[in-house]
């Protein structure tokens, strides 16, 4: 039976630097996860990563086994990123009102009429995913951080409003906010999202590369061409079977493809066996 991730916060506490090590790599892909869709940009996450899993280990000792340990390290997860300074891509201020003057200086253009081929088919998978995760930006910190937990994260009413520390109802009504925001959005203009919309990512995606905002040689989304076009595939079969909810949750869990890169335990390792941080003294 796998040791439980309670048991290892209780052998780490005790001086267990393995223990330490395996509760990093359990936890790291959750945080990461929550990091890049508040952030949007791979660096500012690996970065707001890192910060928030020290943080973690050293308040280890302050974990009471009152809930699930998963639920109280994406509490300070939560709270790491609300505080957090803007990254560089949420510092320019995107809104729902600038998301629709690109679509419709595109339509304006031509571009969505007449849709250019893309330089590399995978980079239509690369504009999906990055036009999605700005939407979010278009959301205040509190509203996404709800969407992303609900939405992607399956992150239901009481463990949200933990994470969150507000009450379950106004949880709900935060999330359901934001849901009906970018719903309402992806609804009108998103093709693939509805058929019947004009917004194709090989149109949006001419400008986008004439601004440099996407870039085929330093991709931060999509990953092997193959199996991106696949499952961008297979994604529209199946969106076009669910609701306008369902839809929403579908191309979200699916629009970031890239996960962390960082083995983030090494880094705590190092950290440990350096004696970088006083409160790690103990763990040696």
Known sequence: METTT??????????????????????????????????????????????????????????????????????????????????????????????????????????????????????????????????????????????????????KGSEGAFILDISAAAYRKRLSRARQRVKDFLSRNCGFFNDANPCRCAGILEGHLKRGWVNPQKRLFAEEDGEDLEGNETLGAYMRELDELGRVSALYKASVLGEETTDFSGVVKELVENGEYRVFSELH
């Open 6 to 155: 309670e048991q290892l916060v209780t052998e780490a506490v005790q001086g267990s630097q393995k223990s330490l090590e395996e509760i990093i790599r359990r936890i790291q892909g959750k945080v990461f996860g929550l990091a890049l869709r508040m952030l949007f940009h791979p660096a500012d996450a690996e970065d707001a990563t890192q910060e928030i899993l020290i943080k973690v280990i050293t308040h280890l000792k302050s974990f009471r086994f009152e809930g699930p340990f998963n639920a109280w390290a994406m509490k300070i997860a939560a709270n790491h990123l609300r505080s957090v300074r803007k990254g560089r891509v949420e510092r320019r201020e995107f809104t729902m009102e600038k998301a629709q003057g690109i679509i419709d200086r595109a339509e304006a253009m031509g571009w969505l009429s007449d849709l250019p081929e893309a330089p590399e088919p995978v980079m239509e998978v690369e504009m999906r995913s990055a036009c999605t995760q700005a939407l979010l930006l278009a959301l205040d910190r509190g509203h996404r951080m709800a969407f992303i937990l609900g939405v992607v994260m399956d992150v």
